[in-house]
């Protein structure tokens, strides 16, 4: 059981190239999230899914699109990266909805980014 | 619009009860508060999480008040490997959007 996994570990951009962020987690579950984490501001929520085929926003999701075209992995894309979006960059995936009874999220050990 | 509190960082010595404190202005009536670990390089990971009053697992309490206003991580006894930065999560009332705290800086001293 891997978990979460997410590739790259790694990244350096230059300004305006795009590039996709995969994630992938073999728990069967329904939810999957992206985050960023900045110094000194926690995680914020980019985007999520609340199952195959479907996604939503969350608090900072210009810039960013996502696809969860399988159960099993979530997309993070950069269609023109900017030196805004120098972050670390961590995906989870849930069970059931965050918040409820049980419903942990599993992180993955996240993809430093940087845009120069 | 939901927003949330954490002392920024807390100094402690091994053996010590450490309490955290995370509030939380406007949370969704029906959702948990949930804690999470994070060590430097790696994701966060799941301490406990709570609805009202108290819970108690093998590593932490979480006491949230009746007003559900806040929220209290207690690590009894911490050790050197408790050293971390600790945040809390929730969903607020109006946006349902997840927000997490902008977390707690715990180092604990020999």
């Known amino acids: 059981n891997a978990g979460v996994t997410q590739t790259p570990k790694f990244r350096v951009l230059k300004t305006g190239q795009s590039m996709t962020l995969l994630c992938a987690q073999d728990?069967?579950?329904?939810?999957m999230y992206w985050y960023r984490q900045d110094p000194g501001m926690g995680l914020r929520l980019i985007h999520y899914?609340?199952?195959?085929?479907?996604?939503a926003k969350g608090e900072v999701p210009d810039g960013y699109n996502v696809s969860r075209l399988k159960k099993q992995n979530f997309l993070l894309g950069l269609e023109s990266a900017a030196p805004s979006q120098t972050s670390v960059y961590f995906c989870?995936?849930?069970?059931?909805?965050?918040?409820?009874?049980?419903?942990?999220?599993?992180f993955g050990p996240g993809t430093r980014l940087t845009v120069l | 619009l939901a927003k949330t509190t954490q002392p920024i960082s807390m100094d402690s010595y091994e053996g010590q009860e450490v309490n955290i404190t995370c509030s939380h202005n406007?949370?969704?009536?029906?959702?948990?508060i949930t804690w999470y670990q994070q060590f430097p390089s790696q994701g966060p990971r799941f301490i406990i999480q709570?609805?009202?009053t108290k819970v108690t697992n093998e590593v932490a309490s979480l006491f949230i008040p009746a007003d559900r206003k806040s929220s209290t991580l207690s690590l009894p006894r911490v050790s050197l490997s408790d050293t971390a930065v600790y945040y809390c999560?929730?969903?607020?009332?109006?946006?349902?959007?997840?927000?997490f705290g902008s977390g707690t800086r715990l180092l604990v001293r020999p």
């Open positions: 728990m069967n579950h329904e939810y």
């Open positions: 406007n949370i969704a009536t029906n959702d948990y």
């Open positions: 999560l929730f969903r607020g009332d109006s946006s349902y959007k997840l927000i």
């Open positions: 989870a995936s849930s069970y059931g909805r965050t918040g409820g009874d049980y419903n942990e999220q599993f």
């Open positions: 899914s609340v199952g195959e085929g479907t996604t």
């Open positions: 709570g609805y009202k």
